[in-house]
């Protein structure tokens, strides 16, 4: 009479056939995690995973389909930068309100201003800004005045380099008022660095700063003064990767999505704030007075 199956080979038998079936049920998106974890972790990336205003699940609704599946799909989207898109979004976004997770180089330097925590183009990208949030008149004309500061020390720089590299000046300040927080962010006071300018290959020849962006080995230029750091993006803009814009002549829209496509920034909507900027302020009127 054969023997009978002791209980704990009955019990590491059944644990097999959960795993197993476990892994017939997940084993695709467990594999695609790995995956992605591995893309974080080579790129330097950080993965946050938000439990706070969980969506309820549909009734009726499997484990996968509410649960892991929807984590998984989110997870995966920020993993690869949001190559995952929806096309079918019909959100309206706020050009003016600050991005989650801003980089640090981004950030603002130590600074008189009444209201550090509200960018300087807040009120360039959104005008009626202001009203909706109830800041004070002295806030809102303090952040105006910044701006119109800026426009009038570099503007004469932006036409210069216009007439020498035939760059928009339009172009040049919406990108510089962006990327510097109008003069006010970190980069911009440290480094003299107002257009978010990185270093050369193994920083050879020039001087480098880390200020946190992707990973601790981006590395910022860093500028003798702010006429270097125009001349180092009028540089940038006429090498081979940009070279195609210079067919759009004045056309900042074309500029501003050209820009985009050639991988200037990562933000999706860098191209509609640069625009924004442009209208809001009339900055295509310094590439009349060039010509």
Same mark, same amino acid.
């Given at each position: 009479?054969?023997?009978?199956?002791?209980?704990?080979?009955?019990?590491?038998?059944? !644990?097999? %056939?959960?795993?197993? &079936?476990?892994?017939?049920?997940?084993?695709?998106?467990? #594999?695609? @995690?790995?995956?992605? *974890?591995?893309?974080?972790?080579?790129?330097?990336?950080?993965?946050?995973?938000?439990?706070?205003?969980?969506?309820?699940?549909?009734?009726?609704?499997?484990?996968?389909?509410?649960?892991?599946?929807?984590?998984?799909?989110?997870?995966?989207?920020?993993?690869?930068?949001?190559?995952?898109?929806?096309?079918?979004?019909?959100?309206?976004?706020?050009?003016?309100?600050?991005?989650?997770?801003?980089?640090?180089?981004?950030?603002?330097?130590?600074?008189?201003?009444?209201?550090?925590?509200?960018?300087?183009?807040?009120?360039?990208?959104?005008?009626?800004?202001?009203?909706?949030?109830?800041?004070?008149?002295?806030?809102?004309?303090?952040?105006?005045?910044?701006?119109?500061?800026?426009?009038?020390?570099? !503007?004469? %720089?932006?036409?210069? &380099?216009?007439?020498?590299?035939?760059?928009?000046?339009? #172009?040049? @300040?919406?990108?510089? *008022?962006?990327?510097?927080?109008?003069?006010?962010?970190?980069?911009?006071?440290?480094?003299?660095?107002?257009?978010?300018?990185?270093?050369?290959?193994?920083?050879?020849?020039?001087?480098?700063?880390?200020?946190?962006?992707?990973?601790?080995?981006?590395?910022?230029?860093?500028?003798?003064?702010?006429?270097?750091?125009?001349?180092?993006?009028?540089?940038?803009?006429?090498?081979?990767?940009?070279?195609?814009?210079?067919?759009?002549?004045?056309?900042?829209?074309?500029?501003?999505?050209?820009?985009?496509?050639?991988?200037?920034?990562?933000?999706?909507?860098?191209?509609?704030?640069?625009?924004?900027?442009?209208?809001?302020?009339?900055?295509?009127?310094?590439?009349?007075?060039?010509?």
């Amino acid at each position: 009479m054969p023997a009978r199956p002791s209980t704990s080979s009955r019990e590491a038998d059944q !644990a097999r %056939a959960r795993w197993i &079936e476990f892994l017939r049920n997940y084993g695709l998106e467990l #594999i695609l @995690l790995l995956f992605i *974890l591995y893309v974080c972790l080579n790129r330097g990336l950080a993965v946050e995973v938000a439990i706070h205003d969980a969506q309820p699940a549909a009734a009726g609704a499997t484990v996968s389909e509410a649960g892991l599946g929807n984590w998984f799909a989110t997870l995966t989207n920020r993993a690869l930068g949001g190559v995952v898109r929806q096309e079918e979004r019909t959100e309206v976004v706020d050009l003016a309100e600050p991005d989650a997770g801003a980089d640090d180089f981004n950030s603002v330097a130590e600074t008189d201003d009444p209201a550090p925590h509200i960018s300087n183009l807040t009120l360039v990208l959104s005008p009626d800004y202001g009203e909706r949030k109830g800041l004070s008149p002295h806030i809102v004309a303090a952040k105006r005045k910044r701006v119109s500061d800026y426009l009038r020390s570099y !503007a004469p %720089a932006a036409r210069r &380099e216009m007439e020498e590299f035939g760059i928009p000046a339009s #172009i040049t @300040l919406a990108q510089a *008022l962006l990327e510097s927080n109008a003069g006010d962010s970190k980069l911009a006071v440290d480094s003299n660095n107002h257009f978010g300018i990185k270093c050369r290959t193994k920083c050879l020849g020039c001087t480098c700063r880390n200020y946190g962006d992707d990973t601790r080995y981006d590395m910022f230029r860093v500028f003798d003064s702010v006429a270097d750091s125009y001349r180092e993006h009028s540089i940038l803009l006429t090498s081979s990767r940009y070279a195609r814009l210079h067919n759009y002549g004045r056309d900042y829209r074309k500029w501003a999505h050209g820009l985009k496509a050639c991988g200037y920034a990562t933000d999706p909507r860098y191209a509609e704030k640069l625009i924004t900027i442009i209208e809001n302020l009339e900055l295509d009127r310094y590439d009349a007075l060039a010509r």
